[in-house]
């Protein structure tokens, strides 16, 4: 037979209340990081984040990227990716340019597009 404690406020109808705490849901917040940070050749580059093309972000930021053709054909905008936010996925004229490199974080910034 078991046996049931009771206590002095448990026989008091309507002494105990029990708070019912509803959890809210959580707004998921994803942090973008706010600054690219690239290399070309010796000289390393602070981009802030801005929608479109790495070359035009970091030329509108008076960035002082080399490039020449802006079709990705001559190479010259190539850039490796140090730091920073999500780029597009590389296009074909990166794999037909670059190859092997962009599993090093290699990218032709006048290409590659800063996701948002
Ligand atoms: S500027 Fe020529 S490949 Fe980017």
Known sequence: MRQRAFTVGSLIPGSISVPIIQQQPQPVVRSIPEKIIIQQGSQKFEISTAKGKLLDAALNQRKPIQYK??????????????????LSPPNEQ???????????????ACQAEILQ
């Open 94 to 108: 990166e794999h037909k340019k670059l190859a092997n490199a962009l599993n090093n974080g290699y990218r032709l």
């Open 69 to 86: 053709c802006r079709k990705g054909t001559c190479g010259q905008c190539t850039v490796k990716v140090l730091q920073g936010p999500t």
